[in-house]
């Protein structure tokens, strides 16, 4: 697939996707108001689909809302 290069995180190799040309639809039941938002690009569909339970969903959006952990 074009735009597929090799970088690397901690020393595992990582592949990383340049999506800057994609078409990205926004779902008619996203919620923009609330942040709850769920985007997708029918024009790449040999890359497989992730599936979340609402609750596991609505689990990772609030974890990303809250602020990182300083060290």
């Known amino acids: ?3 597929v290069h090799q970088a690397t995180a901690g020393g595992n190799p990582t592949k990383l996707l340049n999506l800057s040309s994609v078409s990205w639809r926004r779902c008619s039941h996203s919620n923009l108001s609330t942040g709850r938002c769920l985007e997708f690009a029918p024009n790449l569909p040999t890359l497989g689909a992730l599936l979340f339970t609402t609750a596991s969903w609505n689990t990772f959006v609030d974890s990303v809302k809250e602020p ?3 060290r």
């Open 68 to 70: 990182a952990p300083t």
């Open 1 to 3: 697939m074009a735009g």
